[in-house]
């Protein structure tokens, strides 16, 4: 997990972050193919910069690990098609459950 240093009031913003072992399976699944990277590698060097832009902003990072079949389940119950605005949510989602079991 990657972090800034704590500063009041810094926003924490929550990463989807994915394992190259789940990347073929996360690609068949996903509505947005078109808008993915090709690639493991190319979607981890443009997530890694965005983590340093986010990072020297003085925004707290926190990645969530996204697991293609949580997400298809997640997915499913609500009634969301997997693309990534729902992605996003997902992310969204978890760290308010890991906050709550911080508590």
């Not at 690639?39 to 890694?48: D, F, M, V």
């Not at 902003?57 to 693309?83: K, Q, T, Y």
């Amino acid at each position: 997990m990657a972090r800034a240093p704590k500063r009041a009031g810094a926003a924490s913003l929550g990463m989807g972050w994915y394992r190259p072992e789940d990347w073929d399976r996360l690609l068949q699944m996903i509505a947005d193919r078109d808008s993915m990277h090709d690639t493991y590698t190319e979607w981890l060097a443009s997530a890694r910069q965005g983590e340093r832009d986010f990072l020297a902003r003085g925004h707290l990072v926190e990645r969530v690990m996204v697991d293609p079949d949580e997400l298809a389940s997640w997915c499913l119950i609500r009634g969301l098609v997997p693309d990534g605005a729902t992605r996003a949510e997902f992310v969204s989602d978890r760290m308010r459950l890991a906050a709550r079991r911080r508590l």
